[in-house]
């Protein structure tokens, strides 16, 4: 039997609804054994972030190595990352284990505002990690921070999308859930070439937490498996629809999407 396997790199969600959590959930629940390095713990649940608590760089580096000597993630995803040394350091590690398949979710701020990545890393973001991505999924207040570009259009979307893909991703694909101005969700993946359009039904619901951890899990997890890029984005944003569709509405805040298949 050939075993799946991806590895998480990212940020621990104490409730579970996003980051590792919901990395790991994801994959499990796509038939893929999931691997973790966490980069940072946080104090968190429904209602918001309490706490940030970075791991040392020491321990992150050894979480990295224990998994590039031994294990053989087919795909990898990236995900709180915090700072520019703890990018520049698994930008290294990715490079030495020559890992495939880099999926980056640039997380930046949590939906309650607190800061996931530190405002001086944003550079680091773009000059040591973006690079080495096979794809990139910005969500639009990402994607316009990535870009400097105020993104209003689809137009824009477009232009943002050649920036991030001159930045070095091989693909990416913005998200298109932070524009309410529409009846319908629509995400831009593009290759360099091709502007694809995937659009769904938006589902009005406070109980969106983690939906861009789970998005971005269910993507590496596809590419595990060995599905296209194109394969992949269409399988993940019909995971994270479901996922939305079927929220748990657990906690007293914004609960968790139900990331069960
Ligand atoms: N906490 C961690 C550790 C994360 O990695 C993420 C991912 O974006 C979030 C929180 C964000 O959660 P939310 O979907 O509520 O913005």
């Not at 996931?116 to 990139?136: H, M, V, Y």
């Amino acid at each position: 039997m050939s075993v799946y396997q991806a590895l998480t790199i990212a940020g621990s969600d104490s409730g579970g609804g996003a980051g590792i959590q919901a990395d790991l959930k994801t994959f499990q629940e796509l038939g893929v054994y999931g691997m973790s390095v966490i980069t940072a713990i946080t104090a968190q649940n429904t209602t918001g972030v309490q706490g940030v608590y970075p791991v040392e760089i020491e321990g992150i580096v050894q979480q990295l190595d224990s998994i590039g000597t031994d294990l053989q993630p087919r795909a990898v995803k990236t995900g709180m990352l915090f700072s520019a040394d703890i990018i520049r350091h698994v930008a290294e590690k990715v490079k030495q284990y020559q890992w495939q398949h880099l999926v980056i979710d640039p997380v930046m701020v949590a939906k309650g505002g607190s800061v996931l990545l530190q405002q001086e890393a944003l550079q680091a973001l773009i000059t040591d990690l973006i690079p080495l991505a096979e794809i990139i999924t910005p969500n639009l207040p990402e994607a316009e921070l990535l870009t400097g570009l105020a993104i209003t259009n689809l137009q824009q979307r477009e232009q943002a999308a050649r920036q991030l893909i001159e930045m070095g991703a091989t693909y990416v694909v913005i998200k298109g859930g932070h524009d309410t101005s529409t009846s319908t969700v629509i995400d831009l993946l593009y290759d360099g070439q091709r502007f694809d359009y995937l659009e769904s039904e938006r589902i009005d619901t406070p109980h969106t937490h983690g939906t861009g951890c789970t998005f971005s899990a269910a993507l590496t997890a596809e590419l595990a498996k060995g599905q296209s890029i194109h394969e992949a984005v269409h399988t993940a944003k019909q995971f994270i629809q479901a996922a939305i569709e079927d929220g748990l509405g657990i906690g007293s805040g914004h609960g968790p999407t139900n990331h069960f298949a």
